[in-house]
């Protein structure tokens, strides 16, 4: 039967770790790959994120592929520029990149249920049509920059993280830095030796954990390597139930954090603006070495606020300081919740993947959504694990896929639709285990909608989630034969 199927056409949209990881792993199987990247090059968020003091915040062995190990990371936090240049030496180690179409930006994709197909149509007037779409369009995709009053008048160069501006000399300037999350705490040590003063306005403070030494004790051998990964996936993993199951006992950690703290930071009214007051991991943990003293420095002002307005040569916060910039920097993340954003995807009957997410985005196991057949979503709904690396995720998500792939080559041509009882389920069950986490006990975060939703974080340990994707049980979907493409298709359909 193998010899008389031919092998299903999978899009790939977008090139950065999810896409690559199910375009590397889809052609190993034999599958038919062409992955849709709408910059100009692979890499994703590494490649978008350039910023100054841009790394990962996982530890290096546990940020990579299990299947393209790399033992010789430079620093156990590895930069930006390491991580780029291993995304693309893996993909041209393990030859996908011809499968690779840059400069393809996915504006619509419809279900033709005459054809059991996805036609794609991009926004350079080109079109294709595909047997399964596989949606890795990340979370940290479209940056989030605030409306602010009088943005617009502002006389200086303004710009988010996302889109660093390497042209503009940081050099004695008055640089104000908007937001106090992740890519904040990179580039701001990284840039005041620039600067003439920094200043950061930052709407809420959050967990901030010394990372440790950075440089490796001695270069790791490749089966160091494997224990290190394996050891640090463990740690994280035995202290995920106190972040989704007994909130209580953070606790323990909310003290030692505290003591830590109030001994690095002297200064009573610095200590009082930079102690959180929310529970530990609410909002997202965050990691570094230099924080906590760069805020100590007479040229680092740190504002307790809300920007309320943009002058031609100030920041304006709630209160009335006004704080002088030549130089406004937007570390304020991304649009976590829009997964498939800008993309017009029509269903079954036409129905529109905007109105089925229009109150609360969801996808079965995070992958599969009911009306959207043939569509797998990478780092999708509830997929960004708690405590943990996502890649381990992403690579529990593509073997699933790769099932489907192999039932195609075994059966023949199929079209599969999640039943809708199940997806809905699924998604109570989500609802009733993220209530009792840590992210639902009062803080504003990213995880969460304004309605309290969790629409990002995996509420369990990661382990559960490689053991609930090890297989698909079909039974949850419509498994549907597709005639006239071969004659095991159609002696099935008979």
Same mark, same amino acid.
């Given at each position: !039967? ?24 889809? +052609? ?6 062409? +992955? &849709? ?18 790394? @990962? ?7 990579? #592929? ?24 893996? +993909? =041209?180690?393990?030859?996908?990149? =011809? ?126 390597? $494997?224990?290190? $990964? ?49 529970? &530990? ?45 030549? +130089?406004?920097? &937007? ?26 997410? $229009? ?5 079965? *196991?995070? !992958? ?10 990478? &780092? ?15 690579? @529990? ?18 079209? !599969? ?10 998604? =109570? ?13 009062? @803080? ?13 974080? #995996?509420?369990? *340990? ?33």
């Amino acid at each position: !039967m193998d010899d008389e199927v031919s092998p299903p056409r999978f899009a790939v949209i977008g090139a950065g770790f999810a896409g690559l990881t199910a375009a590397i792993k889809l +052609v190993q199987d034999g599958a038919e790959v062409t +992955v &849709y990247e709408r910059s100009e090059g692979v890499g994703g968020v590494w490649r978008a994120n350039h910023y100054p003091g841009a790394a @990962c915040d996982v530890p290096s062995f546990l940020y990579s #592929w299990s299947f393209a190990a790399k033992h010789d990371w430079s620093r156990r936090f590895a930069p930006q520029a390491e991580i780029l240049e291993y995304i693309e030496r893996t +993909v =041209d180690e393990l030859g996908v990149r =011809d499968r690779i179409r840059t400069g393809h930006d996915l504006r619509a994709m419809t279900w033709d249920v005459e054809a059991s197909q996805w036609n794609l149509d991009f926004a350079n007037g080109l079109s294709a049509t595909a047997d399964f779409v596989v949606a890795a369009l990340g979370q940290m995709s479209v940056p989030a920059v605030p409306s602010i009053p009088g943005a617009e008048r502002f006389e200086g160069a303004a710009f988010h993280t996302a889109d660093w501006q390497h042209d503009v000399d940081l050099a004695e300037r008055d640089v104000v830095v908007i937001g106090a999350g992740a890519s904040a705490l990179q580039v701001a040590p990284a840039i005041a030796d620039q600067v003439r003063t920094l200043s950061i306005v930052q709407r809420s403070p959050g967990y901030v954990l010394a990372k440790g030494t950075e440089e490796h004790d001695r270069l790791p051998t490749p089966l160091g390597s $494997r224990v290190a $990964r394996f050891a640090a996936y463990w740690s994280k993993e035995l202290k995920t139930p106190r972040l989704v199951r007994w909130p209580g006992l953070v606790a323990r950690a909310e003290a030692a954090f505290r003591r830590e703290l109030r001994a690095e930071v002297a200064d009573p009214v610095l200590l009082k603006m930079v102690e959180p007051d929310d529970r &530990y991991g609410c909002k997202r943990i965050l990691v570094s070495n230099d924080w906590y003293r760069l805020l100590q420095r007479p040229d680092v002002h740190l504002y307790d606020g809300v920007v309320a307005e943009i002058r031609s040569r100030y920041v304006v916060l709630r209160d009335g300081s006004e704080v002088p910039a030549d +130089v406004i920097i &937007y570390g304020t993340g991304f649009h976590a919740s829009s997964f498939l954003n800008g993309i017009d995807v029509r269903g079954v009957g036409g129905r529109m993947l905007e109105a089925a997410w $229009r109150r609360t985005p969801s996808a079965y *196991l995070g !992958m599969t959504v009911a009306g959207m057949p043939n569509l797998f979503l990478m &780092y999708g709904p509830n997929t960004n694990p708690a405590w943990n690396s996502v890649l381990v995720m992403l690579e @529990c998500q593509v073997r699933y896929i790769v099932s489907a792939a192999r039932r195609w080559r075994r059966r023949g041509a199929f079209s !599969m639709e999640v039943n809708p009882e199940v997806a809905q389920r699924f998604a =109570d069950q989500l609802r009733t285990r993220s209530a009792r986490s840590v992210w639902v006990t009062g @803080c504003q975060n990213w995880f969460t909608t304004a309605d309290g939703s969790n629409t990002q974080n #995996w509420p369990a *340990l990661v382990t559960e989630y490689w053991l609930r994707t090890r297989r698909i049980r079909w039974s949850d979907y419509t498994i549907r034969a597709r005639a006239g493409l071969s004659r095991v298709a159609e002696r099935l359909s008979r």
